[in-house]
């Protein structure tokens, strides 16, 4: 490859399966870069990208970062010309140092990682390189919902063709990477831990396995200046032959893969004891991953951060609603970023509730009645 590394900008993509945690590892990462300046791309499959959101409303905003915003497909399939635009436009940008892509959960890093190789083929004065794949799991689902699975796929004679599914999708993501964040460790005990690293292990034996609670990473073991190798990755699965690497002709990974998703948004507040409820006691099972941000009637202050991956969920406080400023301060706000006003509300400002639910097979109708009976009166 023409050129020399020292004068490209190493680009680090970041993959996993819903909920597995690659925001926060992001943003940790990003804690431990202060000064240096780095580009963020983050896809979301949603009409809303709820994760460069959360990445905003963090410690990110200290850092001088750009930030694209990406979102409504997968930048392996419907968003792949755009993604490789964005990475063209950053190459010219000489302040960048370094690029950090989040992919969206649903994504196959083995066709990002084609695009990319096929857009340095083709732009031979690019000035960014792939660097690495990093490859977020969820230790604590992988043991729960997919060890079983897994262990049985491995160990069969003959694979039968038939469509990926869902455990298709996360043996995809690990197999095609060269280091793993084994996230979410404290969920499990350490034998546990061992049976989901043998695991993975068959199914990428070559990868850095690093393990982490709540996504602390050492930046250094990850943000460096080396090559993503294709061709050594390609070849290191164990049963890379066997799944099915390429997606049909015509068709994106929220089809292929039985995803869908919709986002619920209404601007009245929750009934906390009944939204609490419904978590516990009617919340659908072929719901994958939600999150969203919220507010309950009885407190119009704060801005609550609902998640769900699995069997896990969580309402977190996050921040305060610009509505809950003095006027003082809400000029400030509207001043600086003017785009607040596109959407808020007279009587709310910009208190709403705002979910995206992605899942297989849900009736969408009847989870927004649920939600619907979750409403204040």
């Not at 690497?245 to 009934?271: C, H, L, M, T, W």
Request: glycine share 4%; proline share 2%; net charge negative.
């Amino acid at each position: 490859m023409p050129g020399s590394i020292k004068k490209k900008k190493p680009v680090t993509l970041i993959t996993g399966y819903l909920g597995s945690g690659k925001t926060t590892v992001m943003n940790e990462l990003l804690r431990q870069q202060t000064g240096k300046k780095i580009a963020l791309i983050v896809n979301d499959m949603g009409s809303i990208n709820l994760d460069a959101d959360l990445l905003k409303k963090s410690n990110v905003a200290q850092i001088d970062t750009k930030m694209i915003e990406m979102q409504n497909g997968c930048i392996c399939c419907t968003l792949r010309d755009e993604f490789m635009e964005q990475i063209e436009q950053l190459s010219k940008e000489g302040e960048i140092e370094a690029v950090l892509v989040e992919a969206s959960g649903i994504s196959n890093p083995a066709s990002i990682s084609d695009s990319f190789l096929m857009y340095e083929e083709s732009h031979k004065k690019s000035s960014v390189y792939l660097n690495s794949i990093i490859t977020v799991v969820d230790a604590d689902r992988i043991y729960t919902e997919f060890l079983a699975e897994m262990e049985e796929l491995y160990n069969k004679e003959n694979e039968n063709e038939e469509d990926p599914d869902i455990i298709n999708l996360v043996m995809d993501q690990i197999e095609f990477c060269n280091i793993i964040v084994l996230n979410k460790c404290d969920l499990l005990k350490e034998e546990q831990i061992r049976k989901v690293k043998a695991v993975l292990r068959q199914l990428q034996p070559e990868a850095d396995i690093l393990e982490t609670v709540h996504g602390k990473v050492e930046a250094s073991l990850i943000l460096n200046e080396k090559r993503f190798d294709y061709e050594k990755v390609s070849n290191s699965s164990a049963i890379q032959k066997a799944l099915a690497r390429e997606a049909k002709a015509g068709k994106g990974e929220q089809e292929e893969y039985g995803i869908s998703s919709f986002v619920y948004e209404e601007r009245n507040p929750f009934d906390y004891k009944a939204f609490i409820e419904f978590v516990e006691k009617e919340y659908p099972e072929n719901i994958i991953r939600a999150k969203g941000y919220i507010w309950f009637s009885d407190d119009d202050i704060h801005v609550q951060l609902f998640e769900q991956a699995g069997r896990n969920s969580s309402i977190t406080e996050v921040s305060n609603w610009i509505a809950a400023f003095n006027q003082k301060e809400q000029k400030e706000v509207f001043k600086e970023y003017p785009e607040v006003l596109e959407e808020w509300d007279v009587t709310y400002g910009d208190r709403m509730n705002q979910i995206v639910f992605i899942g297989r097979g849900f009736d969408e109708a009847k989870i927004r009645k649920q939600l619907e009976h979750c409403i204040a009166v």
